[in-house]
Nanobody, 120 residues
Framework: VQLVESGGGLVQAGGSLRLSCAAS????????MGWYRQAPGKQRELVAA???????NYADSVKGRFTISRDNAKNTVALQMNSLKPEDTAVYYC???????????????WGQGTQVTVSS
């Protein structure tokens, strides 16, 4: 099972983008799902995360601008990014804790990453 992201691209400052992430195969369940980002020369950092119950956590730098959501039935997670700034430029990675079968162990999966570039 792989996580497949879509929705990255180039946008001007102040614009919006929506990132989506879905599992490539069927899974039994997922716990926390989230988005991380990594800018050139910087460490990967948490952008936003959401539990299966809908509790959310955001990095201070994106609060009020980004919204994370998930569809538990489809095991998908999305990130709506508004009022984008040049400093949001990074590769964005989807992350999820999943269980492929009811008897499987929990696994942490990462997507391949999608580039988001915000021009000034």
């Amino acid at each position: 099972v792989q996580l497949v992201e879509s929705g990255g691209g180039l946008v001007q400052a102040g614009g919006s983008l929506r990132l989506s992430c879905a599992a490539s195969g069927s899974i039994f369940s997922s716990k926390v799902m989230g988005w991380y980002r990594q800018a050139p020369g910087k460490q990967r950092e948490l952008v936003a995360a959401i539990t299966s119950g809908g509790d959310t956590n955001y990095a201070d730098s994106v609060k009020g601008r980004f919204t994370i959501s998930r569809d538990n039935a489809k095991n998908t997670v999305a990130l709506q990014m508004n009022s984008l700034k040049p400093e949001d430029t990074a590769v964005y990675y989807c992350n999820a804790e999943i269980k492929v079968r009811s008897w499987s162990s929990w696994e942490t999966k990462w997507g391949q990453g999608t580039q988001v570039t915000v021009s000034s």
